[in-house]
């Protein structure tokens, strides 16, 4: 069980493009999600938490117009990584937690984004 | 003072022998811990959890857990070369907010 697909997985495209990565749980209700970005050889970091039908809360020093974030049903999430360049590429994960405090997020397998 | 911390290793060890991993936690509060492993270019996957005090066992794992000294750990016992991976810590404070640590990198040589 706690399956969470994330699609796609590999994205290779011109800067200036917009890229929508999806988040889905596949078999429980994800009542929170987050995002992250994690550079080679680095930690994860928190990008954003989403709540379903809420705005989502973005860590500090992370731009909202730039990366929006949906969360617009318990079952999907969505990054739209707006006007893309170089400097944007990065493995962006998303995670997925049900709806009792202190359980774990489960992770999605990952969408590796290259901006040329 | 970070608020998860776990030692950035590499820790090596050899086939057959027990990695422990340790990691301290700032947060008093925190009510549940996690254990993830991510391979290289991988996202992570759980791998253990523990809520209470003292050992949980799941196969060639356990953690451990000691809320007085804000620690917690996991050994792995007879490892193996397809442990090699980098063991992240997780603790939540119980409001759905979970920090990470940023992971030990375990080697198992043959």
């Known amino acids: 069980g706690a399956v969470v697909s994330q699609h796609p997985s590999w994205v290779i495209c011109k800067s200036g493009t917009s890229v929508k990565i999806e988040c889905r749980s596949l078999?429980?209700?994800?009542?929170?999600m987050f995002w992250y970005r994690q550079f080679p050889k680095q930690s994860l970091m928190l990008m954003a938490t989403s709540n379903e039908g809420s705005k989502a809360t973005y860590e500090q020093g992370v731009e909202k117009d730039k990366f929006l974030i949906n969360h617009a049903s318990l079952t999907l999430s969505t990054l739209t990584v707006t006007s893309a360049h170089p400097e944007d590429s990065s493995f962006y994960i998303c995670s997925a937690s049900g709806g009792a405090r202190g359980q774990p997020q489960h992770f999605g397998d990952g969408t590796r984004l290259s901006i040329l | 003072q970070k608020e998860v911390e776990q030692n950035s290793g590499p820790l090596s060890v050899p086939e057959g022998a027990i990695a422990s991993l340790n990691c301290t936690y700032s947060d008093r509060g925190s009510q549940s811990f996690f254990w993830y492993r991510q391979y290289s270019g991988k996202s992570p996957e759980l791998i253990m959890f523990?809520?209470?005090?003292g050992d949980k066992e799941d196969g060639r794992f356990t953690a451990q857990l000691n809320k007085a000294s804000q620690y917690v750990s996991l050994l792995i016992r007879d490892s193996q070369p397809s442990d090699s991976a980098t063991y992240l810590c997780?603790?939540?404070?119980?409001?759905?907010?979970?920090?990470f640590g940023a992971g030990t990198r375990l080697t198992v040589k043959p």
């Open positions: 997780a603790v939540n404070n119980g409001n759905n907010d979970m920090r």
């Open positions: 078999d429980f209700q994800a009542t929170t």
């Open positions: 523990i809520y209470s005090n």
